[in-house]
């Protein structure tokens, strides 16, 4: 229940008015707020505006359709009007705006079929409101028949239809009134019969169309509508049709069917066009257009299946016995069969395609498009776009199939002769097209047919633009002489096919473009008057540039290539036109693309020409980011620099101390088993009695064999890498051990004693108390710690090298003209720096062993002490910038 409430109330809101009358001070009074609607009032057979009251009832407004344009739609939600009666100004407001225009859309209809009801007889209206046949077609009856064709209502119109489709001798009937009135000149009786067969076409019906564009009656039909009551004279289309238009048949048609389709396609394409033009709607053009796809299709379909007739076809367009006009016509018929094979479903028309390129289309092809005839060429490449646009590779596939075929070149020299400029857009497009990398297939196929054009029609297309421009310099009438005049146009497409070219495979054309001095070439356009083409070649290199390619850069660097574009740019002025904006752009896809190189190329070539520029904002932003690059370069090639410090020096300072360092690799553990074999002598002597003690001269001799062994230790090394004397390595007089501190000896030299040499028994005896002491063993742990020191000599020299040239980069930061002076500062002391880096890592490694030493015993020597004075090296500290500066 709840459903049917709410659609009668949305329904009432739809029809809720309130009603106003305007009174005689020019003020709308408010009669009232009700429903409306459109029905006949009682007594009366006219439609009428009726509005209820709401709360009463009762009627508030009863206004009959007016057939006159008295009413008005005011926003959206008002329709007014002035009633011719009663003299007064009337007005219905909405409540909603889809009630208003509902009521609006039925006041226009009731006006509409009450337009044509003047007569308003009983007769008309029993028939009109209940049609069950037509009257008879007669000279007299033709008013009546005119009012039911042009007053009918839809409904009326579809039964309408059924009679006429019924009555057989309908058409016949009114051909015959039509050539009677015809003969006795009745200008009323063919303007009526006019209006009819006008009528009866926009019935639009698909079935009567065919009937009426039949061959019986297609003329008469045409002949009628020569009788237009808008024309002042009569038409003569059937005169036309009779005597101008020529059916020509480039091959005999021996099927009926097709001829009658045929004929029939084009003169409802005439009717169409011509005839009813201006009183056609939309819906019945399409129609009609669909009655001429239908017949399209036919034709095409029975002359396809027809194998001798497309046989007969092609052996006429290979004979060589075929005249020119014969063969003009042939290639006509062969231009509009394949457009006339676009009506077919895809499949049908892909197989007919092939078939045709079987029968050999693309060879007759290459013939038209050597014949001199602009307009058969233009016919050419009309059928090649038809097959580019049905599938592109049937024609890539027989370019690359066919060896030696000429089709390609003829396309690319068509593109360079004045065929006119819709012929150089047409060889544009189908050259594009097959070297499109956009393609969903025949890859392998394009890239055969890009080979091919890069190889043998590439410099063909650029010579055109050498010889078509002036030379830069010399004898100018030398020069007009040796040009070539080629039409402006030309050069164009050739400049927007080599960018297409850029675009499609960015490598292969790098390789071709710079082999064969294209860009040079192109910029050749640059002393052209015509502007167009030099933002042509502006936009030619701007798109060289999209590449990204280094070589590209370097190629343009080299041999100076945007000096034509710089100087064109500067010959403008300060004239704001296109040539300017493509500079600019230019400029601008330089600086966004970060390209380094050109940027310092055009700033350091050409910015004393840009420099009066620099009020626009893409000459101001192109010299920042110059700056920018430049001091970024800077910071680069100073970091290059240290790098090479870094690989230079420090392999010096390594390479210096190489001997040492493989000394000293050895020197640690030799220290280690002495140290070892000492402190067990020094635990030996601490754990006897004091009684022992008084006893130790008489085991001197016992404990002879050790110290042997002590001294029989391999020959240590100083930290410099010299070997040390036997003085040095023995120790001083006076005891065991001395426990004197190095800085009191520090001049002490020992006289030199013999050492008595071990034998061999003592040496191997050594051995065994290496591997079988437990202190040795102790002992290799901490024997790696000189290894680590010496091992990081290296990163120590690094280090010291990073901190100082960061300093310096600091300091060049501050003051950039004093980078130079620390850089070259800091060649100038490598050599001597690199020196005493290697002293004082010697002796910081030596001091690190004399540490380990002294942990692990007190009474220990440091092996400083076990050196001569004179042979030791004695390093003065330095504050840390000296130490900066030196490397150290």
Known sequence: MGAPEKSQSNTNSMQRVKVYHLNEDGKWDDRGTGHVSIDFVERSEELSLCVIDEEDNETLLVHPINPEDIYRKQEDTIISWRDPERSTELALSFQETAGCSYVWDQICTMQRNLHFSSLNSETFHSLNSELRELPAVELTTLPLILKIVTESG??????????????????????????????????????????????????????????????????????????????????????????????????????????????????????????????????????????????????????????????????????????????????????????????????????????????????????????????????????????????????????????????????VKGMMEDFGDKMHCQFLEIIRTLLDANALSGGAQRANIMDIFYEKHLPELVDVITASCPEKSGNTSEGAARRIFTKPEVLLNICELLCFCIMQDASRTKCSFLQNNVTEKVLHLTRRKEKYLVVAAIRFVRTLLSVHDDYVQNYIVKNNMLKPIIDVFIANGNRYNLLNSAVLDLLEHIRKGNATLLLKYIVDTFWDQLAPFQCLTSIQAFKVKYEQVLFLGLELNFGKFCLYLCVTICPQCLESAGPKSTADAVDPRRRIDERALEKEEEDYFNEDSDEEDSASASNTQKEKPASNIQKEQPKPHLSNGVAASPTSSSPRSGGLVDYEDDEDDEDYKPPPRKQPEASEDEEGELLRLKRKSPCVEREQEPSKKPRLGKSSKRENVFAVLCSTLSHAVLTGKKSPGTAGSAARSIVAKGAEDSRSSEETNSSSSDDENHKDGVSSSEHETSDNGKLNGEESLVVAPKSSPEMAVNGS
């Open 154 to 411: 839809i409904t009326d119109q579809m039964r309408l239809t059924e009679l006429i489709l019924k009555d057989h001798d309908f058409f016949r009937n009114l051909m015959g009134v039509f050539k009677i009135c015809e003969d006795l000149e009745n200008v009323d009786g063919l303007h009526m019969i006019f209006n009819i067969v006008k009528g009866i076409i926009l019935l639009n019906s698909s079935q009567i169309l065919e009937k009426i564009f039949g061959d019986e009656l297609i003329m008469e039909i045409i002949g009628c509508l020569e009788y237009d009551p808008g024309v002042p004279h009569s038409q003569h289309h059937r005169n036309f049709l009779k005597e101008h238009v020529v059916f020509k048949e480039a091959i005999p048609i021996k099927d009926p069917l097709v001829l009658s389709k045929i004929h029939q396609t084009y003169r409802i394409g005439y009717l169409k066009d011509v005839v009813l033009a201006r009183v056609l709607d939309d819906a019945i053009v399409a129609n009609l257009n669909s009655v001429i796809h239908a017949n399209n299709a036919i034709v095409v379909s029975l002359l396809k299946d027809d194998s001798t007739f497309i046989q007969e076809l092609f052996a006429r367009l290979r004979s060589p016995s075929t005249s020119v006009e014969s063969k003009k016509n042939l290639v006509y018929f062969l231009h509009e069969f394949c457009s006339l094979s676009k009506s077919l479903q895809v499949v049908q028309q892909l197989r007919l395609f092939r078939d045709l390129i079987n029968e050999g289309i693309f060879h007759v092809i290459e013939e038209v498009l050597q014949i001199p005839d602009k307009k058969l060429v233009l016919t050419g490449t009309d059928i090649l776009i038809l097959f580019l646009t049905q599938d592109p590779n049937l024609l890539r596939s027989y370019v690359v199939r066919t060896e030696g075929n000429p089709l390609l070149g003829l396309l």
